[in-house]
C-alpha cells in the first residue's frame, strides 16, 4: 500500500468510562491498552443506535425466553443468538452494558439491575453454545448471530480503500484447541503457520490482518510466537495501528486488546472453553464496509462449512462485506478420500479432523466465493505442486523446538517446513487475489493451476529472503526489537549461566520487589522470635551495611550487632518459607523475546543455565508468569533450597565451578550474564570465565562486556 491510500477508522466518539468489566490481572497490560483505544475512539452509543433494530427485540425478551430454548436444545434464530451473545457482551463490556440498561431492566421488569447480574446468563449462554458445538448441533444461523452481537465489542473497526490488488483486508486466524498429531506415542504439532503466513503474505503487498491469542494446546500461542520475533502488539493509538499497517501492510490484532468478550472465558468465575474460541476469531477488527477476505483456522469441535455458512450470512444481512473465505481444518493420516465418511457430514468427519492450519495429509475447506457460500472441497499437498513429508513438519510441542521450527521455516532454513508455510500462505494468497475470479472454482474443484501458482509466490518470497527481510519492516513498523548485526558473544562459549531476577526477566513495576524486603523483614522477626517493628531495624541494617536483609539469618552474626540477641545457627529455610508466600501473578509480562533468545542459543548447540538465589518455589512461577519455563528453556536450573540456601550468595564460585563440570566445559568457553558484579560477574571472573554485566552503571574496575539491558542482545544472537 502506498502512504495516499485512504484509512477509514469507525467509531471515533469518547465513550463514557471504561469498557472493561472484568479484570485479569495476567492481561493487565493487554487491557490498559484496550482501555487507551476505547476511551478515543469506541462509541457504545453509536453502535447500539446502528443495531436499533434487532436490539428492541430486548425490550420483550429477558434471558429466561433465550434459557429455555438452550435447556431444551432448540435451534435459536439469528435473532436470538444475536440477543443471547448480547447479554454476555453487556456482562463485560461496561461502556456497552450503559447504553443497554434501559432495555434490559424493562425485560427483566428490574429497575435497579446491575452489570454484575448479568454474568450468570454471560456464563450460562456461552457454555450452552460451547455445548452445542460439542454435541454438533450448532447451526451456522446461530454462529452468525453471535458474532453479529460480538461485533458490537469490537474497539478496533478499521477500514482500507486503494489497495492495488482490489479494497479489502485479509485476516488470518484460528480457533485453536487443535488434537494435533500423536507419533510413536508423543505429541506432535507444527509451526504455528497462521501467524507466519501472515508475515509471507504482507511481503507480496497484500494488507493482512492477524488475530491471535495466548497458547492453548499448543506451547507456543500466536501471540507468543509473533512476539518472539520481535514484533511489539501493544499499539496504544489508532495512529500507530494506521501507520503500520500502511508501511507494512500488517498489523496483529490481540484477542484480549481487541474485545472484551474475552475476559469472560479467562476470568476466575469461568477458565474453561467457551463459543468464544469460535466467535472471537470470527469478528474481524475491519469496519463493515470494508470487503474481508478470510482465511479461518477451525477444529474438531466444528465443520468448516458450517464456519463459511455463517460469513455468507453476515453478508447477506450486511453485519459484514465479506469477499472470499476459506475455513480450514486439516485432517489425519487415517481419513482416506475412499472412506464411507462424506466430507459434508460434521460428526463423521470429527474423529479426522486434527488441526486449525493445512494438514500434511488432506484437508477439508469450506469455501465462501464473492460473499456465497460455494460448499466444501477436500485438498491435499499434490493439488499445490508439491510433496510435504510429514517428518519434517511435525514438532515435539516444546516451547522451543515450535519456536526454532517457526524461525527456520520463515528464512527457508528447513525446506520441508518451508514448504509447508507456503501451502499455507498460498491458502491465503488463493483467498485474497484468486477465488473471486471467476475460473477459481472449476468442475466442483479449486483450480489446481491457481493453486500451484500461489504456491510458488509463497515459497518464492520464503526462499528469496523477502519474507524474512519484510519481518524486519514489521518490527520497525510495530516499534519492536529491529535485529542489527553486531558482535555475537555468544560465538566462543559452549555454555552461558543466566541470571533469572533483574536480568532474564523484570517485572512490570519494581515496587513488585518490595515484596522481597517484606518478606526478610518477617523472616528476621521470626527467626529471633521478635516485633515486626525489630525485625525490619535488623534487617535494615545489614541491608545497607552488608548488602542484604537476609544475611542476618544466613551469617550467624546478628548478636554482634545487637547484643540482645541470641546466637543462633543460620537458617536459610524460615527465609525459603516466607518468599514462597509471593504471590507473581499478573506481575510479569510474557517475555517473547527473552525466549527466542534462549531458543536460538539452544537450536546453536548451547548449553543454557539459569542461577539465582531466589527460592525455587517462587522463582518458578515468575518465570511462567514472564512465559519461561525452566524445564524446557534450561539445561539445568539452581535456585535457593531450603536446606543450602541461595548458591551464589553462600557458594560463589564454587557453584559456577560446579555448573561447568556438570557439562563438562572448560570454563573459559562459560559465558556469565547477570545484573550483580559480585554475585554473578566476579566469581566467574576469578575462574576464567567470560562475563557480560547488565547494567546501566559502568564500574572502573571491570572491563568484560556491558549491556545496559538483556534486550541489547536480542538483535545480535537471533537468526
Known amino acids: ?39 478515543a475512539h469506541y462509541d457504545a452509543k ?34 436470538e443468538a444475536f440477543v443471547g451473545m448480547t447479554f454476555a457482551v453487556a456482562a463485560t463490556n461496561r461502556a456497552m452494558f450503559h447504553e443497554l440498561q434501559p432495555r434490559i431492566q424493562e425485560a427483566h421488569q428490574d429497575p435497579v439491575l446491575d452489570q454484575r447480574e448479568l454474568l450468570g446468563p454471560g456464563q450460562t449462554f456461552l457454555t450452552s453454545m460451547a455445548q452445542r458445538e460439542a454435541h454438533g448441533t450448532l447451526t451456522a444461523v446461530e454462529i452468525a448471530g453471535m458474532a453479529a452481537a460480538a461485533m458490537m465489542d469490537i474497539n478496533l473497526r478499521i477500514g482500507v480503500n486503494g489497495h492495488t490488488h482490489g479494497e479489502g483486508i485479509l485476516e488470518t486466524s484460528g480457533m485453536g484447541g487443535d488434537k494435533g498429531f500423536v507419533v510413536n506415542g508423543q505429541k506432535r504439532k507444527v509451526i504455528n503457520a497462521s501467524t507466519l503466513s501472515a508475515v509471507v503474505l504482507s511481503s507480496l503487498d497484500i494488507p493482512v490482518i492477524k488475530h491471535g491469542s495466548y497458547s492453548n494446546t499448543s506451547k507456543v500461542g500466536s501471540t507468543e510466537a509473533i512476539e518472539a520475533m520481535g514484533v511489539n502488539i501493544y499499539q496504544g493509538s489508532y495512529s500507530e495501528i494506521v501507520d503500520m499497517l500502511l508501511s507494512a501492510n500488517f498489523y496483529f490484532s490481540d484477542a484480549h486488546i481487541a474485545k472484551t468478550i474475552h475476559d469472560l472465558s479467562h476470568s476466575p468465575y469461568m477458565r474453561h472453553e467457551t463459543i468464544n474460541h469460535i466467535i472471537g476469531p470470527m469478528t474481524p477488527p475491519i469496519g463493515k464496509d470494508v470487503v474481508l477476505n478470510k482465511i479461518i483456522g477451525v477444529n474438531e469441535g466444528v465443520h468448516p462449512a458450517l464456519i463459511a455458512k455463517a460469513y455468507a450470512i453476515l453478508h447477506e ?22 472412506s464411507d465418511v462424506s466430507i459434508h457430514d ?153 541470571d533469572v531476577d533483574g536480568t532474564l526477566i523484570l517485572p512490570r513495576d519494581t515496587a513488585f520487589y518490595k515484596e522481597f524486603s517484606f518478606a526478610v523483614n518477617r523472616a528476621v522477626s521470626r527467626y529471633f522470635d521478635v516485633s515486626a517493628e525489630q525485625g525490619e531495624i535488623i534487617a535494615n541494617y545489614y541491608r545497607v551495611n552488608f548488602g542484604g536483609g537476609e544475611r542476618a539469618l544466613f551469617d550467624g552474626t546478628a548478636h554482634e550487632h545487637f ?17 514462597v508466600q509471593i504471590d507473581p501473578t499478573g506481575e510479569f509480562d510474557h517475555h517473547g523475546e527473552i525466549v527466542a533468545l534462549l531458543s536460538d542459543l539452544r537450536a546453536r548447540g548451547k548449553k543454557i543455565v539459569g542461577l539465582t538465589d531466589a527460592p525455587e518455589g517462587l522463582s518458578r512461577r515468575m518465570l511462567l508468569e514472564a512465559g519461561i519455563d525452566p524445564d524446557e528453556m534450561f539445561d539445568a536450573y539452581f535456585a535457593y533450597q531450603p536446606e543450602s540456601g541461595p548458591n551464589k550468595h553462600i557458594r560463589k564460585e564454587k557453584i559456577f565451578a560446579e555448573i561447568a563440570d556438570k557439562f563438562d566445559i ?39 562486556n556491558q549491556i545496559g539491558s538483556l534486550q541489547e542482545l536480542l538483535g545480535r544472537n537471533i537468526v
Open 1 to 39: 500500500m502506498q502512504p495516499s491510500e485512504l484509512l477509514r477508522l469507525q467509531g471515533v466518539t469518547q465513550a463514557e468510562g471504561s469498557v472493561t468489566a472484568l479484570s485479569l490481572p495476567e492481561r493487565a497490560r493487554n487491557q490498559a491498552v484496550r482501555e487507551q483505544l476505547a476511551a
Open 46 to 79: 453509536a453502535i447500539v443506535a446502528e443495531n436499533k433494530d434487532i436490539l428492541d427485540i430486548m425490550y420483550e425478551m429477558p434471558f429466561r425466553v433465550v434459557g429455555q430454548k438452550l435447556v431444551k436444545g432448540e435451534p435459536l434464530s439469528f435473532e
Open 317 to 338: 444481512r450486511r453485519y459484514q462485506t465479506v469477499g472470499n473465505v476459506i475455513a480450514v481444518s486439516g485432517l489425519s493420516e487415517d481419513y482416506q478420500s475412499s
Open 346 to 498: 460434521q460428526m463423521g468427519m470429527r474423529p479426522y479432523m486434527m488441526l486449525d492450519e493445512v494438514s500434511p495429509y488432506k484437508t477439508l475447506l469450506g469455501v465462501v466465493q464473492n460473499g456465497e457460500y460455494k460448499g466444501t472441497f477436500l485438498i491435499d499437498a499434490l493439488d499445490f505442486g508439491v510433496y510435504l513429508d510429514p517428518d519434517q513438519i511435525l514438532i515435539e510441542n516444546a516451547e522451543r523446538d515450535l519456536l526454532a521450527a517457526n524461525r527456520e521455516a520463515l528464512h527457508g532454513l528447513n525446506n520441508g517446513g518451508s514448504d509447508y508455510l507456503a501451502l499455507n500462505a498460498a491458502i491465503g494468497l488463493f483467498a485474497a487475489e484468486y477465488l473471486g475470479l471467476d475460473d477459481a472454482i472449476v468442475d466442483g474443484t479449486l483450480n489446481t493451476s491457481y493453486l500451484r501458482e500461489c504456491f510458488l509466490r509463497c515459497k518464492e518470497a520464503i526462499l528469496s529472503g523477502k519474507a524474512g527481510q519484510h519481518l524486519e519492516k514489521i518490527i520497525t513498523a510495530s516499534n519492536g526489537k529491529e535485529v542489527v548485526e553486531q558482535e555475537d558473544i555468544f560465538s566462543n562459549v559452549d555454555l552461558v549461566i543466566f
Open 666 to 704: 572448560d570454563p573459559v568457553r562459560v559465558l556469565s550474564v547477570g545484573d550483580t558484579y559480585y554475585n554473578d560477574i566476579e566469581p566467574a571472573v576469578k575462574l576464567g570465565m567470560q562475563t557480560c554485566l547488565v547494567s546501566a552503571n559502568q564500574r572502573g574496575d571491570y572491563s568484560g
Open 563 to 579: 547484643p540482645h540477641l541470641p546466637v543462633l545457627d543460620p537458617n536459610y529455610a524460615v527465609v525459603y518459607e516466607e518468599m
